[in-house]
């Protein structure tokens, strides 16, 4: 069996999951936020019907269960499926209202003692998520630390249990990162900041699995609370023609939009946010007609992926949809044609349209209503996946 | 210090200037780099609607051969909106209560545009 991490884009990269009795750490760089991650994959194992552990060692158990709240998972819903190995009160001297508590938090043996045991009580492979592997190590020593994770491992492979482990990269001796990141793991997840280009965003990449291949990608991240991680693509372009339903189109995608509309034309912009599939995406509409190009251009800068929108019973538009692309200087990234208005008499299949454009065989033209949503979110899988293929930072 | 870092200290500085309520630092096409701005709606979208209007005011201004503005003002009944360009990828946007007098905000603003283009 294999254990879904809860973000579909990285389950995508580790072929599916983490196989039972494996480990992964979530190996993030300072300034970065990781403990979203861990919590995100223990609360996928728990709605699907698992049976998630989670080892707290810098955060009071109540508050662990508040922080769940704030991303919209109720940990209390799913009974003693969810269970908190308590390794932050012995540190305080505060009574701790958990049923598994690690007496000594700064002893190695006494953090294994509890996990083992919460191990052997589990009557099925369950999922163990370490709430901070770094505060363990600062706690326990880092030797220790190493050691007994490697304990912590075998048993888990022993009882079909998977681990995942959070962990920020402070500054430890070269040695005990080289080994958190190269051998005693069976997958590294990276997760880092951006800060040399323009764009200022958080990625996560595979860096590392042992049950197959590595596919080296950096993915653009978001947390959203609710939500969790969402894979975040900061400009999605959204041009086209005059009157063709750009605004509509972003208006039909968006769990929230804004125009500015002026005499029922856009002037300026549409923008959007999309909430999808685990993708969240601001969205950027062009205005459509001539006189606005200077802000098309201004607009299109930065984009990750194109939309172009078309009014499918008006072929007199197309050399203008081909100007447009050229304007937005979109050559090389992932477009999809969107034949919007297929409710409407005379409105052309999207296979004639890909031959009125002249577009390339393998383009991908989707037949949209954008006034009543039809086929919105199927245009925005297609266009997802192709960013996705394309995409790396 | 990261680039990111840096431009947090710029916003948080210019936050402390007493009249200014929010500020934000964003690409001149519009995406989101740094904001500072405590309860006030969404920051992408504002810092796209403002990367626009500089745009159009930018366009606007030289083709009638007057120049590339400065900056543009925008003077609401709630508050007043100043935008600025921080060299050419970047633009600083900062938000005031309605009475206040724009001097020491424009001052203060044009500094840390200026800081932020040579961050860049």
């Given amino acids: 069996m294999i254990i879904e991490t809860g973000i579909p884009a990285l389950d995508d990269h580790l072929h599916g999951g983490v196989p039972q009795g494996k480990s992964l750490v979530y ?49 209390a819903e ?68 190493l050691d ?31 080994h958190v990141k190269g051998d005693i793991f069976n997958s590294v997840v990276s997760i880092g900041g951006i800060t040399e280009k323009v764009i200022f965003g958080q990625y996560f990449g595979v860096r ?20 969790g991680v969402r894979v975040y693509l900061p400009k999605i372009l959204v041009t086209g023609p005059f009157d063709a339903g750009k605004s509509t189109f972003v208006h039909a995608l968006s769990t929230r939009a804004v125009s500015v509309d002026r005499l029922g034309t856009t002037v300026a912009l549409d923008h959007g946010h999309v909430d999808h599939r685990g993708f969240a995406a601001d969205i950027f509409g062009t205005p459509g007609q001539e006189r606005f ?21 008006n072929t007199a538009d197309f050399v203008r949809a081909k100007h447009m692309l050229e304007i937005t200087e979109s050559m090389g990234l992932p477009v999809v044609i969107v034949a919007n208005k297929q409710d ?34 199927e245009a925005f899988d297609v266009l997802v996946d192709r960013v996705m293929e394309a995409g790396s930072i | 210090m990261t680039t990111s870092e840096m431009l947090e200290k710029v916003l948080s500085d210019l936050g402390r200037v007493g009249e200014i309520e929010a500020c934000a630092i964003a690409t001149r096409d519009g995406l989101l780099m740094q904001a500072n701005m405590p309860a006030k709606g969404d920051p992408e979208t504002f810092v796209a609607m403002s990367a626009t209007m500089l745009g159009a005011a930018e366009t606007a201004s030289s083709e009638l051969g007057k120049g590339v503005p400065k900056r543009v003002i925008v003077e609401a ?44």
Avoid at chain 1, 208 to 227: M, N, S
Avoid at chain 1, 348 to 376: C, F, K, N, Q, Y
Wanted: net charge negative.
């Fill in chain 1, 27 to 75: 190996y993030a760089y300072p300034g970065v936020e990781c403990n979203v991650f861990g919590m995100q994959t223990v609360h996928r194992a728990i709605s699907e019907g698992g049976r998630g552990i989670y080892v707290t060692s810098s955060t009071d158990p109540r508050m662990i269960r508040d922080l769940f709240k704030e991303f919209g998972w109720d940990a």
């Fill in chain 1, 148 to 178: 007994a994770i490697e304990e912590w491992n075998r048993y888990a492979m022993l009882y079909d249990h998977v681990v995942v482990y959070n962990f920020t990269a402070w500054p430890y001796s070269e040695d005990t990162l080289a």
């Fill in chain 1, 344 to 377: 409407l008499e005379g409105a052309l299949t999207p296979e004639e349209i890909r031959r009125g454009l002249d577009m390339a065989h393998d383009a991908p033209v989707m037949p949209v209503v954008a006034t009543s949503r039809e086929g919105v979110f």
């Fill in chain 1, 208 to 227: 590392k699995i042992d049950w197959d291949e590595v596919t080296k990608k950096c993915i653009l991240f978001k947390v959203l609370k609710p939500g």
């Fill in chain 1, 78 to 145: 799913y009974g003693d499926r969810f269970v908190i190995v308590d390794g932050f009160s012995g540190l305080v001297g505060a009574d701790s209202p958990e049923q598994y508590v690690v007496s000594n938090p700064d002893d190695a043996g006494s953090l294994t003692q509890a996990i083992k045991q919460v191990m052997e009580d589990a009557r099925e492979p369950s999922v163990i998520v370490f709430e901070s592997l770094s505060t363990i190590m600062d706690l326990c020593g880092e030797s220790a630390t």
């Fill in chain 2, 77 to 120: 009944d709630d508050g007043k909106l100043i935008c600025m360009g921080a060299g050419p990828k970047a633009l600083v946007v900062a938000m005031t209560a309605p009475e206040v007098g724009l001097g020491l905000v424009l001052v203060e603003l044009s500094k840390s545009a200026e800081k932020v283009e040579k961050l860049l």
């Fill in chain 1, 293 to 313: 190009d200077p802000i098309v251009k201004l607009l299109s800068g930065e984009a990750m992926g194109i939309f172009l929108i078309l009014d499918s019973t």
